[in-house]
């Protein structure tokens, strides 16, 4: 009885968890789906979050790659008078991305909701 109560009150701290990173990111950021990206991208900057390795295996087409891992001294590249798009391969880098880019003043930010990993739209691979 006590091992189920135990595996209840974790998935319960989990949930939660999962919970307030959702409140979280929608204080900072619009979560969008290919759809809305799709009516977004021509007035948005596209940021690509991963490693460059995986950028130059295939990325969203007219994305830039901004890994997570140097955004911190890259980020004043970013333009803050557009909107922003961040995609990582899931959503993970892209809501930590968004909470530091909108401590830093950039007012309008947008979450690919499906990341990479899900993409469907036209992509781009950087020749060997």
């Given at each position: ?21 959702r ?6 950021a ?7 990206f ?22 969203i ?7 997570y ?8 590249d ?51």
């Amino acid at each position: 009885m006590s091992f189920l109560i135990t595996v209840l009150v974790i998935v319960i701290v989990w949930g939660g968890w999962l919970l307030f990173n959702r409140y979280r990111l929608n204080q900072v950021a619009t979560l969008i789906d290919e759809n809305q990206f799709t009516q977004l991208k021509r007035r948005a900057q596209i940021i690509d979050l991963r490693e460059k390795r995986d950028f130059d295996a295939g990325h969203i087409l007219g994305a830039r790659s901004v890994p997570y891992s140097t955004l911190k001294q890259l980020y004043g590249d970013i333009r803050s008078d557009l909107p922003v798009i961040l995609y990582d391969q899931g959503q993970t880098l892209s809501s930590r991305a968004a909470s530091f880019l909108h401590k830093k003043g950039y007012p309008t930010i947008y979450v690919l909701k499906s990341g990479y990993r899900n993409w469907n739209g036209k992509t781009k691979k950087r020749d060997a």
